[in-house]
């Protein structure tokens, strides 16, 4: 099997059942009445943290072909939005559910926009996991709170897909930092025009759920650029399950039986598309 491959779907499963873990500190929040505030207390968190590092390594900070790392920082806080509104209302396990229509929505991004080809066995993965989602979502259930999740779905693909536009010679740090700092001018307008009081005990929450998205935000920037999006994007369905461990120990949540028939229609067809990648010269042998 290609170790390119091998490398970037570990990455996207370390990623995304690590993110499990900055959805777990935003379902702690109180509410959802100030998601500019939390996002913008996310954007300091991860500066604080980033701009030692770089600085550390030596990189400069002054913003370089930023074009599409402004596009990337604004659908990341877009992200950060509706993510706050979704899984402060939906159990944990539902709300990652829909989160992960991301790779079907890549999948079909990838092929329109940027020429990939995708299998029909890849192209199969990713319409069994959206079936796996609409049986986990119930869609008599579909409220503004599940359309939010799903705008955070769409965010995801959009920004992983964008990943390809980025300059070749700006490491995983630098664009993590782009990707923060070009999008605080919006977190300022955002909250001022909010106009909430300033809530210092989100502060905590913020940086740790900063620090986790920081960690899961590199290994898509790393995954993405090592192998195709359709071949890989499947990967993050894995971090269900941790979302369901998660939801069940800290959250008293009991997911039904068609969250786990949905789990499996979404977890078999990867482990099977993943093990059918192979380099050419294995066949052979």
């Not at 890989?232 to 009991?254: C, D, K, P, R």
Request: with cysteine; net charge neutral; aromatic share 10%.
């Amino acid at each position: 099997m290609d170790r390119s491959l091998i490398q970037a779907v570990f990455m996207l499963i370390l990623g995304n059942n690590v993110a499990i873990l900055s959805d777990s500190l935003i379902k702690l929040l109180d509410g959802y009445e100030t998601p500019f505030q939390f996002a913008f207390m996310r954007q300091i968190s991860a500066l604080l943290v980033l701009v030692p590092l770089l600085l550390l390594m030596k990189k400069s900070l002054r913003p370089r072909q930023i074009k599409w790392h402004f596009v990337r920082a604004h659908v990341w806080f877009l992200s950060s939005l509706f993510m706050v509104l979704s899984l402060t209302t939906l159990p944990l396990a539902t709300a990652n559910a829909i989160f992960y229509a991301a790779p079907l929505i890549t999948v079909f991004l990838a092929v329109l926009f940027f020429g990939e080809r995708a299998s029909w066995f890849a192209i199969l993965t990713s319409i069994l996991g959206l079936v796996g989602v609409i049986v986990i979502v119930n869609p008599s259930e579909v409220n503004g709170f599940v359309l939010a999740a799903l705008g955070v779905a769409l965010a995801l693909a959009v920004n992983n897909l964008l990943i390809k536009k980025l300059p070749a010679e700006h490491g995983v740090m630098e664009t993590l930092y782009l990707t923060t700092i070009l999008g605080v001018p919006a977190g300022i307008i955002g909250t001022l025009i909010e106009g909430g009081a300033w809530n210092w005990n989100m502060a905590a929450l913020a940086f740790g759920s900063s620090i986790f998205v920081l960690i899961y935000a590199a290994t898509c920037v790393f995954a993405y650029r090592a192998a195709q999006s359709n071949v890989v994007s499947s990967a993050e369905y894995t971090g269900l399950v941790g979302a369901v461990v998660v939801g069940m120990i800290f959250f008293a949540e009991q997911p039904e039986l068609r969250f786990y028939i949905g789990a499996a229609l979404i977890v078999v067809p990867l482990i099977i598309l993943t093990s059918m990648q192979r380099q050419p010269a294995d066949s052979a042998a």
